[in-house]
T-cell receptor, first 117, second 115 residues
Framework: DADVTQTPRNRITKTGKRIMLECSQT?????MYWYRQDPGLGLRLIYY???????NKGEISDGYSVSRQAQAKFSLSLESAIPNQTALYFC????????????????FGPGTRLTVT | AQKVTQAQTEISVVEKEDVTLDCVYE???????LFWYKQPPSGELVFLIR??????QNEISGRYSWNFQKSTSSFNFTITASQVVDSAVYFC????????????FGSGTQLTVLP
C-alpha cells in the first residue's frame, strides 16, 4: 500500500462549489504539506503543518483552508472553487525527527487532478 | 528570498544520448539543501537525491550523476545513456534552513527520450 494517499484522484466541480481534498499517510511523519502544480510554474506551497495544532500559510494560501484532523490526516478545502484553481494538487510529508538533512526530504502522494468549470 | 531556475523547459534526446538538466539557485542561507525529483507521465513525484550545501562532492548513482558547484550556485543533473523510461518532468528544489523545512521548486524540465 502507498505510504501517502490522496482522495479523490480526479475531481471535476463547478464554480462556487465547496470541495475537500484529503490526504492520509502511514509513514508516521509529523509534518504535512499541500502544494499545487501548474504547467510551467512547478510546485507552489499552499499550507503546511508541523503537527495537529500548528498550521502555517504557504506561498499561495488565498482561497484555501486546511484541517489537520490527526497526525496522519491533512485535508485541503476550497470554500468556493474558481476556474483558476484548476491544477494538480499534491500532499507531502516529512519527518522532523530525522537527522537534520534527512528531515528536509519530502515524500509525495500521487496527486489529485482538480478541474473547476 | 529563495529562487530556483530551471531554464530548460523541454529537452528532447534520442535514446543512448547523454543529457544534462540545469538547475541554478539563489539563497542567502549558508546552510541549505538541494533536491531533484522525477515526475513520470503517471504523475507521482519521486525523490531522487538530496545534497547538503557543505558537501560539494559529485555523486553518481548508476546512470545518474549530479554536479554541485557552490561557486556558480548550480546543481546539475546528468543522465548517461538515456532510456525511454527516463522520459519525465524533472524538478530541482531548494530547502530553506530553519524549522520550517520548506522546499522551493523550480518550474521543471520536461525530458523526452525518443527511441
Amino acid at each position: 500500500d502507498a505510504d501517502v494517499t490522496q482522495t479523490p484522484r480526479n475531481r471535476i466541480t463547478k464554480t462556487g462549489k465547496r470541495i475537500m481534498l484529503e490526504c492520509s499517510q502511514t509513514k508516521g511523519h509529523d509534518r504535512m504539506y499541500w502544494y499545487r502544480q501548474d504547467p510551467g510554474l512547478g510546485l507552489r506551497l499552499i499550507y503546511y503543518s508541523f503537527d495537529v495544532k500548528d498550521i502555517n500559510k504557504g506561498e499561495i494560501s488565498d482561497g484555501y483552508s486546511v484541517s489537520r484532523q490527526a497526525q496522519a490526516k491533512f485535508s485541503l478545502s476550497l470554500e468556493s472553487a474558481i476556474p483558476n484553481q484548476t491544477a494538480l494538487y499534491f500532499c507531502a510529508t516529512s519527518d522532523s525527527n530525522r537527522r537534520q538533512a534527512s528531515s528536509y526530504e519530502q515524500y509525495f502522494g500521487p496527486g489529485t487532478r482538480l478541474t473547476v468549470t | 528570498a529563495q529562487k530556483v531556475t530551471q531554464a530548460q523547459t523541454e529537452i528532447s534526446v534520442v535514446e543512448k544520448e547523454d543529457v544534462t538538466l540545469d538547475c541554478v539557485y539563489e539563497t542567502r542561507d549558508t546552510t541549505y539543501y538541494l533536491f531533484w525529483y522525477k515526475q513520470p507521465p503517471s504523475g507521482e513525484l519521486v525523490f531522487l537525491i538530496r545534497r547538503n550545501s557543505f558537501d560539494e562532492q559529485n555523486e553518481i548513482s548508476g546512470r545518474y550523476s549530479w554536479n554541485f558547484q557552490k561557486s556558480t550556485s548550480s546543481f546539475n543533473f546528468t543522465i548517461t545513456a538515456s532510456q525511454v523510461v527516463d522520459s519525465a518532468v524533472y524538478f530541482c528544489a531548494l530547502g530553506k534552513s530553519g524549522s520550517a523545512r520548506q522546499l522551493t521548486f523550480g518550474s521543471g524540465t520536461q525530458l523526452t527520450v525518443l527511441p
